[in-house]
């Protein structure tokens, strides 16, 4: 089984007669025990145009010290990253492959570098005996798999203990270092030193079962079956090399810790917090964008074939961030990493507007089938997200009642309830990403990017045609809302202010995707059109609560409960649906004023 744990580190340039400072004059530290040498020995293994290492992922095979076996790390921040730990085997554990899919796809993981160093290790000690921190001195012998170039290195390093979450103590170590002449090392990690200083990345190749175009999933996306579980060599050879095709075991480590969400790179919370990247406008560290030129990385090419200024640049930058999105939090889903699911699902639904809001930048007889596609992965996480929601909203309302109203066991059928149902959509959603039809969307969306199917307004400025999109888009939400309102209350408005929010969803991703190009006029224009969505989605999540509730009613009568409270909270959440649809002609009124539109051609 896996284990995760959280790494905050510093490193620093030296030689092997840089000498330390005395670091019992930082505060906090009482003493420095010296631990003497340990010899590590690690092989770092990638695909051949080292997609891994584009995205700053790293997996590694370790003997020696401590912490012998697998490692992938994931980067979180400067200078934080998880990292995952199987133990020591000859090959790569099932549930470590899991988490690397989506980014190696069809391609074989193979030795690329061999790191062997003797780490001088002192422990950094607080008055009452408890660790702070780690450094180490670290003379490195790196050697380029399978070419053989080799180069030399020392450098310190230093890192807190696994209880300790502060950087300012870094900070004042860093400062007692700078004054001794040590300085902050230029390479985010030891791989990318040796793969810098032992010859330039290969050249990136089309990789055996991926396509060369785009072409409709199922067809020229198809995975054509990948192996079960690929094999990474022995660490001492140039290798027998594997691929990371289906995973026996789905990666559920990840549980020291749940704070934060999967959409927020660069948060340095406890482990099982995810860094990844695609959020819209700045796509973070944990998968890097993949730009034209960099084909093999893991996320997606660029803007190809669409000059700078240009509507197809700018809707393909966009599109970039969603794929790269879906790429990145993969492993984060698998993870069981917080409100993974939920930014997995909306980048899902991002890039669907995309293709449908811009439909005269990219074709649609190519992106109609790949938005099917994403319609099927967001569905199937749908699942666990919806489930996530309802039981967060009943549980919300539950405690907002009076002991007094709460009759017969309540909570107890509300917990298991939810606990057989998450446990169910969590194994359809791991179902999913280990998919053929998962691997053959990725390769679809590869190729897309790397082959744009680029109309000819792809060709015209992007100012006109992405605020031309935007106001239609505006004004199909429009049209769904009056007609929503101009129904009786009831199941079919309820339908209809559905429509509307999925119409909000579309006009606020099309602002979105403008931003870049129309700035604060589609800024705000996505504010209020966000304002609209949230209170329609806020209707619906009622409208499932009462469709829950009344099941809960009918299970409690048939087994002799009361359904009391069940009823009450049923006429609770209709109150609320009644006050969000009183609410919503003023709500719109603030995003319908024809100057917002204007303002986006000005």
Request: glycine share 10%; net charge positive; charged share 30%.
């Amino acid at each position: 089984m896996a284990e995760t744990k959280r790494e905050i580190e510093r490193k620093y340039e030296a030689t092997g007669e840089t000498p330390l400072p005395d670091l019992t004059r930082v505060a906090g530290v009482a003493e420095v025990v010296d631990e003497g040498v340990m010899e590590l020995d690690a092989v770092y293994h990638d695909t051949p145009d080292l997609r891994l290492a584009a995205d700053a992922v790293t997996l590694r095979r370790r003997t020696g010290g401590s912490d012998a076996g697998w490692h992938v790390k994931f980067p979180v921040a400067a200078g934080i990253r998880d990292e995952i730990r199987a133990p020591l085997s000859d090959t790569l554990p099932g549930e470590l492959a899991g988490l690397l899919r989506s980014r190696v796809r069809h391609a074989e993981i193979v030795p690329v570098v061999r790191l062997r160093s003797a780490r001088d290790v002192r422990r950094l000690l607080a008055a009452d005996g408890t660790l702070l921190a780690e450094l180490s001195v670290d003379t490195v012998h790196a050697e380029r798999l399978p070419s053989g170039a080799v180069a030399t290195w020392t450098e310190i390093e230093v890192e807190l203990a696994d209880d300790v979450d502060d950087p300012a103590l870094l900070d004042a170590i860093e400062k007692r270092l700078e004054k001794a002449g040590i300085h902050p090392s230029d390479a985010p990690s030891k791989l990318a030193r040796a793969l810098a200083e032992t010859g330039p990345a290969p050249e990136a190749a089309p990789t055996a079962g991926e396509p060369g175009k785009a072409g409709k999933p199922g067809k020229a996306g198809e995975s054509g079956g990948a192996g079960e579980r690929g094999t990474a060599g022995k660490p001492s050879s140039g290798g027998t090399s594997g691929t990371a095709g289906k995973p026996g075991t789905a990666a559920t480590s990840g549980t020291a810790g749940k704070p934060g969400t999967a959409a927020t790179s660069g948060t340095a919370g406890k482990p099982g917090t995810a860094a990844t990247s695609g959020t819209a406008g700045k796509p973070g560290s944990g998968g890097t964008s993949g730009t034209a030129g960099k084909p093999g990385s893991g996320g997606t090419s660029g803007t190809s074939g669409a000059p700078a200024g240009t509507a197809g640049a700018a809707v393909l930058v966009y599109v970039r961030e969603q794929a790269d999105a879906i790429v990145a939090l993969d492993p984060a889903v698998r993870r069981d990493l917080p409100d993974a699911v939920h930014q997995l699902r909306v980048a899902c639904r991002r890039m669907r507007s995309a293709f449908k809001t811009y439909r005269r930048v990219l074709d649609r007889t190519v992106t109609d089938p790949v938005g099917d596609e994403l319609k099927w992965l967001a569905g199937e996480l749908g699942v666990a997200r919806d489930q996530e929601v309802l039981d967060a909203r009943l549980r919300a309302r539950l405690a907002d009642l009076p002991p007094t109203l709460t009759l017969g066991p309540v909570e107890a059928r509300l917990r298991r309830r939810g606990a057989a149902r998450a446990e169910d959509a969590r194994r359809r959603a791991l179902e999913a990403l280990d998919s053929d039809r998962h691997l053959a969307l990725l390769d679809t969306l590869h190729a897309l990017l790397a082959d744009p199917p680029l109309r000819k307004a792809a060709r015209r400025d992007a100012r006109r045609v992405l605020a031309k999109a935007v106001r239609k888009d505006h004004d199909r939400l429009g049209g769904r809302i009056e007609h929503a309102l101009a129904l009786d209350p009831g199941h079919e408005r309820d339908l209809a202010l559905h429509e509307a929010r999925k119409a909000a969803k579309r006009a606020r991703y099309a602002a979105e995707a403008a931003r870049p190009t129309l700035g604060k006029p589609a800024k705000k224009l996505g504010k209020r059109v966000k304002a609209v969505q949230s209170l329609l989605g806020e209707h619906q999540d009622s409208v499932v609560a009462r469709a829950a509730l009344r099941e809960f009613a009918i299970q409690s009568h048939g087994a002799g409960e009361s359904a009391f409270t069940w009823g009450l909270l049923y006429g609770r959440e209709e109150a609320a649906a009644a006050a969000t649809e009183r609410e919503l002609p003023g709500v719109w009124a603030r995003a319908a004023g024809p100057e917002l539109t204007a303002a986006l051609t000005r």
